[in-house]
């Protein structure tokens, strides 16, 4: 049973903007977006508590990606901009209903969310 579906991902310019959705079908308590790029591990790029609002970046996107809460019920969107080359990978939502850390402990340890998207890929070139 899938429970949660992105869309959004294809092909940018460097420099272009993208938007990431991801839509559940269940209530939870964090999301995040992760991304993976060949030869690389998962990595994770924001995450937001539904709880306290409260949202974690990894470095390298801070400044150009923003994650919020979408505007139908349990959705979470990714606004990326100034993309590069280097922010090409599949990316993955996931989610996490039961939350006994904090978000930015959560966004540096992906097994901490147990429900996850299929991915989509994103791809930055000119």
């Known amino acids: 049973q899938v429970h949660l579906v992105e869309s959004g991902g294809g092909l940018v310019q460097p420099g272009g903007s993208l938007t990431l959705s991801c839509a559940a079908s269940?209530?939870?308590?964090?999301f995040g977006w992760f991304r993976q790029a060949p030869g690389k591990a998962r990595e994770g790029v924001a995450c937001?508590?539904?709880?306290?609002?409260?949202?974690s970046y990894v470095d390298s996107v801070k400044g150009r990606f923003t994650i919020s809460m979408g505007n139908a019920k349990n959705s979470v969107s990714l606004q990326m901009d100034r993309l590069n080359a280097e922010d090409t990978a599949v990316y993955y939502c996931a989610a996490e209903p039961h939350v006994t850390t904090s978000v930015q402990a959560m966004c540096r340890d992906w097994p901490l969310f147990s429900s996850w998207g299929q991915g989509t890929q994103v791809t930055v070139s000119s």
């Open positions: 269940l209530d939870y308590s964090a």
């Open positions: 937001i508590s539904i709880l306290d609002g409260r949202t």
